[in-house]
């Protein structure tokens, strides 16, 4: 899923017949588009289904140009249920930027396709939490990794259901190591006490709502599937 914009042959309405229902508009499927402070548009918004394997278009759905991306979503996936069936009842994964991911599209893209949304997180108005008497780990980022000592983000390596908390560990010295990584040894020894292995953090799920708990975007899985680095129907 992604969306674009046309700009429309129109123009806007007096003020004093925006609401109006009898006034004759030059186009009523558009709306205002704002691309930034100083860039504004009379505009459709169109968004797109694509084959993420293929890159190939099969369809599209056009709303007003000051329709929000998120609520594109429900009617883009009908609309392409509706045109290919048969094409619908195989997809597992639907892939879409972080701005649609919410509670209510993971919902609608279940019900719709009995698909599992993939967008990343977005952490909107979120800031850095920073923490206090927590041994080596100094805040928590906006997209909810806690950050050690030489500020590198912890890796997700796995979830406790019962406790429903993520489990993170060390970049460096953890399971996911990467050997290009380094650490400074006075932050190894406060941070992780010396310890091969680095250490590990816990954080409550209900903590980080930003975050994806039936599918972590901090994960591997979540990782390779949404970089197209293995198939998306695997």
């Known amino acids: 899923m992604d969306t674009t914009h046309v700009e429309a042959e129109a123009t806007a309405p007096p003020k004093d017949k ?3 229902p009898a006034y004759q508009h030059t186009d009523d499927n558009v709306g205002v588009l704002r691309k930034s402070n ?5 505009a459709h918004k169109v968004a797109l289904v694509v084959d993420a394997n293929e890159d190939f278009c099969y369809t599209h759905c056009t709303f007003k140009g000051n329709t929000s991306d998120p609520e594109t979503l429900e009617g883009t996936l009908l609309k392409f249920k509706e ?17 649609y991911q919410s509670a209510n599209n993971q ?17 909107r108005n979120r800031k850095s939490v920073k923490l206090e008497n927590v041994r080596g780990i100094t805040e928590i980022d906006p997209y909810g990794r806690p ?7 912890l890796d997700l390596v796995g979830r406790d259901q019962k406790q429903q908390q993520y489990i993170w560990g060390c970049p460096v010295f953890g399971i996911r190591h990467q050997e290009t990584l380094d650490c400074p040894e006075a932050n190894h020894l406060q941070c992780c006490n010396l310890n091969a292995g ?3 953090y816990r954080t409550n799920r209900t903590d980080f709502p930003q975050i994806d708990w039936e599918n972590p975007q901090h994960s591997v899985r979540f ?12």
Request: one cysteine or more; proline letters at 6%.
């Open 223 to 234: 990782g390779l599937h949404y970089n197209r680095e293995v198939p998306l129907n695997g």
């Open 107 to 123: 919902k609608v893209s279940k019900e719709v396709l009995e698909a599992k949304l993939y967008a990343p997180i977005n952490p």
């Open 38 to 42: 100083t860039v504004t548009y009379i």
């Open 147 to 153: 950050k050690c000592l030489s500020g590198r983000c």
């Open 18 to 20: 925006k609401d109006d």
């Open 198 to 200: 680095g250490r590990y």
């Open 83 to 99: 045109e290919f069936p048969e094409v619908a009842k195989e997809v597992e994964i639907v892939l879409a930027d972080g701005i």
